[in-house]
């Protein structure tokens, strides 16, 4: 009778915990699909403190964070003017609607947009990190998610992360209605793989926070926002967006990125994430190699099946660790980089340009005299690295490490 009793208790906890992860998913699903993403954080958050050690619902609080951070750039960049038609950059890449009212943008106002975006990157990171139970799973329907994009109240069935996705960081093939869920089974190795983006994209932030860029805001931010006064306005022809109008702009472009130091502590934080930023991609591959389920898995293992066109065996993860090894040897300084026009056995030690930086000058990097101060002697990263990593990812390296980071 009591190993009965003990047996039915048992079965009864078993049912009941699956059935809480189950409804974890479904509320979390609701709040993605609608875009309530402050709703949706916030009553997760509430989840969590009723019962802290609900993985499921804690995973779903540094999610939440994530899409947020997202969607305050987003809504950043259409409040200045984000022109839909601006370059492929860094930071302003979100697909945000014209907006045929924007605010001024000034040099002060673009460097706030950036630190929220720093700033919100570490609470998701922080909400992320809390996220300890090895065997989490939240499976969320990742191609019906909405966000707010321009910050009229509203997510509309065009504000969709997956629009913003394929915007930022993957040339994925737009949804049909069969494959419109898109849904993914996040586990413990998606958790570093977000923390680990959180840092790179911090560490970017933080580089170009480090200098004083107001002339080169001044002249090219109207390439990018219809919300900036710029003395490029006077040089605007009923031909604008002609072929010979860009290269021009992309001329000047590269002309001033000459950027003097202002916050050199900024450098070193940059250099810091990272270095992070690697150590959290090994633990993306240390629990993803252990799986041995296949759940509709975003970083999948050689013996699972992978969500996208792209192939993951033994060799390409081996590669990814030996190019993680190099990086982190690059980035402490006990590796160089090499230079074009240096073939005396030196390289740059990339470590003491962000611990030891100076003024940034493009050209002046290309050209190499602004590499002399960091030439060392020591071992050079060789170029048989770059050719084995080409080999072993079929020349689509960069598509990877996107993918992979």
């Not at 509203?154 to 869920?181: C, H, I, N, P």
């Not at 900036?228 to 031909?239: C, D, F, K």
């Not at 190499?368 to 020349?395: D, K, M, N, W």
Request: hydrophobic share 45%.
């Amino acid at each position: 009778m009591f190993m009965r009793i003990s047996l039915t208790l048992a079965v009864l906890v078993a049912i009941t915990a699956q059935a809480f992860a189950e409804t974890t998913a479904a509320d979390v699903e609701g709040f993605l699909i609608e875009g309530k993403l402050a709703e949706g954080k916030a009553a997760m958050q509430a989840r969590v403190e009723e019962k802290p050690k609900d993985a499921e619902a804690q995973y779903a609080v540094g999610i939440f964070s994530v899409l947020i951070a997202a969607e305050n750039l987003s809504q950043n960049l259409y409040r200045y003017g984000l022109r839909p038609d601006a370059p492929r950059a860094p930071f302003v890449r979100m697909p945000v609607p014209k907006n045929p009212d924007p605010e001024e943008l000034t040099y002060e106002k673009w460097r706030a947009v950036l630190q929220q975006f720093i700033d919100d990157l570490a609470v998701a990171e922080a909400e992320l990190a809390k996220v300890d139970d090895p065997e989490v799973k939240l499976k969320l329907p990742v191609g019906m998610v909405r966000m707010d994009l321009n910050g009229d109240g509203k997510a509309e069935d065009g504000e969709t992360f997956w629009k913003v996705f394929t915007s930022v960081a993957w040339r994925a093939a737009k949804l049909d209605e069969d494959q419109k869920r898109f849904e993914i089974g996040f586990d413990k190795a998606d958790v570093h793989w977000m923390i680990g983006y959180t840092h790179l994209l911090r560490a970017m932030a933080e580089a170009y926070l480090a200098y004083d860029t107001s002339e080169f805001f001044t002249n090219t931010a109207s390439i990018f926002f219809s919300g900036v006064e710029s003395p490029l306005a006077q040089l605007r022809t009923a031909r604008q967006n002609d072929f010979m109008d860009q290269i021009a702009d992309a001329v000047l472009t590269i002309h001033l990125m000459k950027f003097e130091l202002v916050e050199p502590d900024r450098m070193e934080v940059s250099r810091q994430h990272l270095l992070t930023m690697i150590s959290q991609s090994r633990l993306v591959w240390e629990y993803c190699t252990q799986e041995t389920d296949d759940d509709r898995e975003w970083i999948p293992n050689a013996k699972q099946t992978s969500l996208t066109p792209l192939t993951v065996n033994e060799e390409r993860i081996a590669g990814w660790a030996q190019f993680l090894n190099e990086a982190e040897e690059v980035l402490e300084g006990k590796k160089l980089i090499p230079h074009w026009r240096v073939n005396d056995g030196r390289g740059i030690n990339l470590r003491s340009v962000f611990t030891e930086p100076t003024q940034f000058d493009l050209i002046g990097w290309a050209h190499g005299v602004s590499a002399l101060p960091y030439l060392e002697e020591g071992e050079v990263v060789s170029q048989e690295t770059g050719r084995t990593l080409s080999r072993t990812f079929q020349g689509r390296f960069l598509v990877f490490a996107v993918w992979f980071q």
